[in-house]
């Protein structure tokens, strides 16, 4: 069974990557992150809507919530990419997207746009209910002190929440890895519309969707890693016993404290 | 309304003393529990005073409307003559925007009976937070007095401590300094001693003895007698959403009036 397997090409395709695989692992990442990215936004944007004193506004993030979790992801990739331009009857997805300093292709402007809005979606339920794991009394606190709501909600409760955000945060952004995948059927050119190009003009399907599998463990296994260390420090300063990760950067860049300043230990 | 109303204090002398706090009526309901029916007290310029009583009397809940943390179904709060939380409009209380509110209650400090530091800064960080923020004093500034308020309450060496390694008394201590930061004009403690182990309670009543001594308008909230014969200028009893006797300490501890009170001081002394 195995012997019909060509090792060679799986050998190539994971230690001898071409150009064009090395672009598509790259569109990957960076789609995957500025998904993640808008999503974070959009999520923390719903959840405070959701506790706005306004009703329309909660009622907006409710039904943001309840659209986006409620449809399937490619639904929205390909209603995004097909539909949003006509629904509103202007280019909102536009062919090429010009920023400036560089061009986005409008496939994955829209993936990146669809994903980030699906991930909001849930990034909202995640933020909120870090903002509820806050005792009432620190809201207390901070308002007894002279804080309106949004300076204590900046100041106090959020940089609280986020440790109690980013476990799940975390498991998000893996998903989001590897929901990338899901945009190659609106024509963008990541790794797995890489693999089944190659895929379909050899037929080696082991190979190809193999070898592409093992790149989407690599990343989230570095992701993993990642995050371990993240939540780490993050309970590590929780506890008050050691310095906090910005103290931490602050120290390894600080002429007096970091390693090339202490000398020999 | 108003039970008997015996202050020992004659009308004269209250009347030549600046009132800080002024309860007139207060009415608050939580749904349909009415909780406080109509709270009347004033607190002189300076004067601490004990409201003590028996739990779910309503004294949290007053002392949480006198900055608005709750708001007030009826009646109004004055403090040094400001209406809070709420504005006249054409005869009508209405109430006042968040950032007004806001200011009123940079005036007032607050100290819980959790506590409530803020966990992700140290008890430097704590107390300098909201002069910084609220009232845009230097951070050089703000440091400065931070320090001299955290060895007013002996707590120098802990500047850059988290309040998970502070013991709780030593975490109360540094609220006191985090509200007394703001340069406050009157000092609200609900009930500042109850979550504390006895051993650590005398740490913090010496801090807000020493207040009292220098004048600070306090209402406090408590269950320690030893306080309020001590350091309080005046007790008030609370019964049923009501204060129902109000006097010296002399007065409560000798020859309280109301049955409901020799009651509840009989359990508690």
């Known amino acids: ?163 109690v955000i980013v476990p799940p945060l975390g498991n998000e952004f893996n998903a989001m890895l590897k929901n990338t995948s899901l945009v190659f059927t609106i024509g963008v050119y990541e790794m797995f519309a890489d693999a089944e190009i190659h895929y379909s003009t050899s037929f080696q399907p082991v190979e190809y969707f193999g070898a592409v599998a093992v790149w989407y463990l690599v990343l989230t296994t570095v992701w993993t890693a990642i995050q371990a260390q993240i939540e780490r420090k993050l309970a590590a300063s929780e506890r008050g016993d050691e310095p906090s990760f910005r103290e931490r950067l602050f120290d390894a860049w600080s002429p007096k404290t970091a390693w090339w300043a202490r000398g020999a230990r | 309304m108003v039970g008997t109303r015996s202050s020992l204090i004659p009308e004269a002398a209250q009347a030549a003393k600046a009132v800080a706090v002024r309860a007139v009526d207060v009415h608050k309901r939580f749904g349909r529990l009415h909780v406080l029916k109509g709270v009347d007290l004033e607190v002189g310029r300076g004067d601490s005073i004990c409201v003590i009583g028996p739990s779910g009397s309503g004294k949290s809940t007053f002392l949480r409307c006198v900055n608005h943390l709750e708001k007030i179904d009826g009646g109004r709060i004055e403090v040094n003559g400001h209406l809070i939380g709420y504005r006249e409009r054409g005869g009508k209380l209405v109430e006042d925007s968040e950032k007004n509110i806001a200011r009123q209650r940079a005036e007032i400090g607050m100290v819980f009976q959790r506590f409530n530091l803020f966990p992700h800064k140290t008890a430097l960080g704590n107390v300098i937070e909201a002069p910084i923020r609220v009232r845009g004093v230097s951070e050089k500034l703000a440091v400065k007095t931070g320090e001299e308020l955290l060895a007013r309450v002996g707590l120098a060496d802990k500047r850059d401590v988290y309040p998970g390694k502070l013991s709780g008394g030593q975490q109360q201590r540094v609220a006191i300094a985090r509200a007394l930061a703001m340069n406050p004009a009157l000092m609200l403690f609900d009930e500042p001693t109850s979550a504390l182990d006895p051993e650590m309670i005398g740490e913090v009543l010496e801090v807000m003895k020493a207040l009292a001594r220098e004048g600070m308008t306090m209402i406090v909230v408590t269950h320690e007698m030893g306080f309020a014969r001590e350091a309080a200028d005046r007790v008030a009893m609370m019964d049923d959403g009501r204060i129902i006797e109000e006097g010296t300490p002399e007065h409560f501890f000798l020859a309280p009036v109301e049955e409901r009170t020799k009651q509840f001081l009989s359990k508690i002394l």
């Open chain 1, 1 to 163: 069974m195995l012997g019909a397997v060509d090792w060679h090409i799986v050998w190539e395709r994971l230690f001898h990557p071409d150009d064009v695989f090395l672009r598509a692992l790259w569109t990957t990442v960076y789609i995957a992150v500025s998904a993640q990215v808008l999503g974070v936004l959009l999520g923390l944007v719903a959840a405070l809507m959701r506790r706005s004193k306004l009703s329309f506004l909660r009622v907006l993030s409710g039904a943001y919530v309840l659209l986006f979790r409620g449809t399937p992801l490619l639904v929205q990739i390909f209603f995004v990419y097909f539909g949003v331009n006509l629904l509103f009857g202007f280019t909102l997805i536009p062919t090429t997207l010009h920023l400036g300093l560089f061009d986005l292709d409008g496939a994955v402007f829209a993936g990146i746009l669809a994903l980030g809005l699906n991930e909001g979606a849930y990034m909202r339920e995640i933020i909120r209910a870090g903002i509820d794991a806050i005792d009432k009394g620190q809201m207390e606190a901070a308002r007894s002190l002279g804080m309106t709501e949004r300076l204590a909600m900046r100041r106090i409760v959020l940089p609280q929440a986020s440790r």
